[in-house]
């Protein structure tokens, strides 16, 4: 899996899967691994389509919903992370079709890719 990293270096998925701890994290990391392995595949509960060809990871603990925003380019490249209530703010999904475009542009630039 291509994660998408900002010209700095900053990994923003890195942001809310790490920042996660215990059962949190393994389900964040369960369902990234999910993802890799299914791809286009992949549909609810675990996966949705959101619009402009960005996707949402699903994972749910605690009441919390925890959504991983995602594009297509070859593997999957997943754009950023946050926690949500009923429905991605339009802003998030905005963010994620503009390092969508920025990776197309510039995949080697804005790689990064998990070991």
Same mark, same amino acid.
Do not use: W
């Given at each position: ?20 701890? %215990?059962?949190? $994290?393994?389900?964040?990391? #369960?369902?990234? /691994? =999910? ?7 992949? &549909? ?29 380019? %070859?593997?999957? $490249?997943?754009?950023?992370? #946050?926690?949500? /209530? =009923? ?7 905005? &963010? ?20």
């Amino acid at each position: 899996m291509v994660l998408y990293r900002d010209e700095d270096g900053f990994v923003p998925v890195h942001q809310v899967v790490r920042q996660a701890a %215990g059962e949190s $994290a393994d389900k964040r990391y #369960l369902r990234l /691994e =999910r993802l890799r392995e299914m791809g286009h595949k992949l &549909r609810r509960p675990e996966a949705d389509f959101l619009r402009d060809n960005i996707y949402e990871l699903r994972v749910s603990l605690g009441g919390v919903h925890y959504r991983i925003l995602y594009f297509f380019h %070859g593997a999957v $490249a997943a754009s950023h992370g #946050l926690a949500k /209530e =009923r429905v991605v703010p339009p802003k998030e999904i905005d &963010r994620a079709v503009k390092r969508k475009k920025r990776f197309e542009a510039n995949p080697a630039k804005h790689t990064y890719e998990e070991a």
